[in-house]
């Protein structure tokens, strides 16, 4: 019985110090601010509106015309225009972190 109680004893303790080393490694290099919804059979019309980011805005960023590719999912594009889809996630990330980042300047100024 005692030997029982000090196994389910060490291995909560396993469990704990387990879960603990994992979260605290990855702080350093856990991503602040805005992740991007990006699944490459999405279109760019369907990207922009899932990241909530004006469409014109990522073509403009990308070099891609306004009349080309309505129907083309971002990988097609991607092959088409040289850019990669990590390249479409960094764009939309730091675009959101800007606007996230003026709104609470902006907050943080009216409450004074």
Do not use: W
Request: charged content about 25%; overall charge positive.
């Amino acid at each position: 019985m005692l030997a029982r109680k000090l196994f389910v004893i060490i291995l909560l303790g396993i469990a704990v110090i387990s879960c603990n080393s994992n979260s605290s490694g990855n702080n350093g290099n856990a991503k602040k601010g805005f992740v991007a919804k990006i699944d490459s059979s999405m279109t760019l019309t369907q990207i922009a509106k899932a990241n909530n980011i004006g469409e014109p805005f990522l073509r403009t960023k990308l070099g891609i015309r306004k009349h080309i590719g309505k129907s083309y999912t971002i990988t097609e594009m991607a092959k088409r225009f040289k850019f990669t889809i990590d390249d479409l996630r960094q764009i939309i990330e730091d675009q959101k972190n800007k606007q996230a980042s003026r709104r609470q300047k902006k907050k943080s100024n009216s409450g004074k």
